[in-house]
């Protein structure tokens, strides 16, 4: 039997994810969201019998084995934590708190109760182009491109933040451009199996205002970044993410990776393939599947949405059958919090970069002292 | 009528340039070559009546009262000037020589025969698209875009080196992409007319061999360039330049410029706009106009073709019909030496920045004093 779910956010993901769940067999037993008003009106629209604004009262819930945390960043961490706990799963939207102490707390929790499910919702990682560029560079193919010496990942969007002012909007949150840098982040480490070991980037946050967001408050998270990285055998890494003035709603997205004798590149859903040699690409795998429920009125980018969806699909194949039991195979290529915490650390260089107008190492934390500076964050958390 | 025309260079350009030139109605007089059998295989193939290895045989020629340098580019500064010198008109490729104090020669010498012309040969400021986006920019639609905040230019193709080695894979002689990206800035400064203060740059040189380089001379000079730019008034200036493993032959591009209000972008020689609260873009300028004459076996871009060819048209129009006298006007937006100076020192400082680490403040260079390194220099291209 599948586990009962419980959500914690409300909103715009709340409202793609629990239809997708339902779709898959899971059962939303409860819905969380930070004021009962928020609560009330997520779980009315997606027929949810309870709602709180309490986090106990969902994960003390005996129905709920599963939790799914799409709240604000800096609650992850906590609800993650209490989570693990008192023995339920967990599956974390990105990112994995607000920095790299609270992604340590979150892997140290992981560590210390291995029979649960821990996982970072990194959706890119299950969207079908990009498994099969994996197992191109890994297996049978090896050697197809040579040795990967260069990747470049290109994504525009319409526009990163909300309609109602929310944590997107605010860069100490975690917001805009540096979650998308995230997913970036960790999409490199999935296809190359390599870590950074130093970055460079620029940060900008052109929009400050939008037609509903115009009032005291202000965006300040960026929706602009340039970024590059090393990795550990030297192959190098440069991103591009823009967000402003494409049409609202465009999405588009092209990852290339670049061997001594030929190119991988992912273009939308679709893999192609240069070899040394070739007159031009072939198509490897051309994406036809489509979604079967309506995001069209939908902020996340489809293949976002899509990736969610079959991570879903992962999830109900790693429950299996079988009550209170669960197998890791289905499971085994998503994002670990050990990932979330390698993500946070270079999102952090990244920001440190964008400051210092120098090439930064990307440092591991290994240990979580409360500093000055994340308590007074944290008091101005509490008035958002 | 128009000038009789001497041409320093052979190969690849000389063959697209001669017919170009004899196309608009300009006399090629002579042809110079690094040595009598390249000089004698280019006059053959072209059918020009003199060729030599001496560079006062052409210059001193009552017959030829333009030249157009397209030859190495440590070459570019000593002809230029010795041109000038003898009341030669001037249209020197890129680069304006290897350095800056090559530039500052050059600049020095068109200052004091203001009455010649002296011109960088940067045809991409011809493209009709470009033209039209400066217009677009500047003109009757200024304000359409909004303040420009950002630009990003995006160039690929198949390869940037010769079939036979020559300058173009030397990185100390200004070969690979470093002479791609002088191209770029001087686009930049040309659309915006703003210039770089800081810059930031990644040179790699993944193309070390071909199948016909690849004896004791190998490829030194870098085929990827990643930089970064920050103007004057602040706006940002992205640029990735990819030239490997894409299909020989293959070239693409796109410059966007990004506006408070809107974008205008340039996908090949094509303009489209997009303002604020449109759903998509518009096509400003499409380009349908064909090249009169064959260049599929060039390994020059067609883009540059073009604008090559546009720039000889505008050259005509400048000497117009009256002998020994020339008009600006049609010529006034082509590079000066002034531009080629600027480019030289934005190159500089993105070499230094990609030894560095780090962003580099661009330093123009208003003397020229010969210094040890650049002896040695000297004395190394003595022997190519």
């Known amino acids: 039997m599948l586990p009962g779910v419980g959500v914690f956010g409300t909103g715009e993901i709340a409202n793609v994810l629990v239809p997708l769940l339902r779709e898959k067999g899971f059962e939303v037993r409860a819905i969380w969201g930070r004021t009962l008003k928020e609560a009330k009106e997520t ?32 609650l992850h961490a906590e609800i993650s934590v209490k989570a693990l706990g008192i023995g339920k799963h967990v599956v974390c939207d990105k990112p994995a708190g607000l920095h790299q102490q609270d992604a340590l707390k979150m892997v140290r929790a992981s560590q210390y109760y291995p029979t649960l499910i821990s996982l970072v ?11 099969h560029m994996r197992r191109c560079l890994q297996d049978e193919l090896i050697g197809s491109i040579g040795d990967v010496v260069l990747m470049d990942v290109r994504v525009q969007m319409g526009t990163l933040f909300p309609e109602k002012y929310n944590w997107m909007c605010d860069a100490q949150m975690g917001g805009g451009a540096l979650n998308l840098v995230g997913s970036v982040v960790d999409l490199v480490s999935f296809l190359l199996q390599q870590q950074a070991i130093r970055v460079h980037g620029v940060l900008r946050s052109y929009t400050k205002t939008t037609p509903a967001i115009n009032g005291i408050r202000q965006i300040t ?92 699909g992962a999830l109900k194949e790693a429950f299996g059958s079988k009550e209170s039991s669960w197998v890791k195979a289905p499971v085994s290529t998503a994002a670990t919090f050990e990932d979330g915490l390698y993500v946070q650390a270079v999102v952090e260089a990244i920001r440190k970069s964008n400051e210092s107008r120098q090439w930064q190492r990307v440092q591991l934390s290994t240990d979580a002292p409360l500093n000055h500076d994340q308590i007074i964050r944290y008091a101005r958390m509490s008035t958002m």
């Open 121 to 131: 919702n990194h959706p890119l990682r299950f969207l079908p182009a990009f498994t």
């Open 221 to 312: 998270a960026p929706d602009f970044c340039n970024f590059q990285m090393e990795l550990t055998t030297g192959t190098l890494v440069t991103v591009a993410l823009h967000s402003h003035t494409v049409p609202a709603k465009a999405f588009s997205q092209e990852v290339l990776i670049y061997g001594s004798k030929g190119h991988l590149v992912v273009r939308g859903g679709d893999l192609f393939v240069l070899k040394e040699g070739q007159p031009k690409e072939e198509a490897v795998y051309v994406d036809v599947q489509d979604l079967h429920f309506a995001t069209n009125n939908s902020l996340l980018p489809r293949p976002y949405i899509k990736g969610l969806c079959k991570m879903v």
């Open 43 to 74: 779980a009315t629209t997606q027929n949810v019998q309870f709602h709180t604004n309490v986090i106990d009262d969902v994960l003390l819930r005996k129905d709920v084995d599963l939790v799914f945390i799409v709240c604000q960043p800096f």
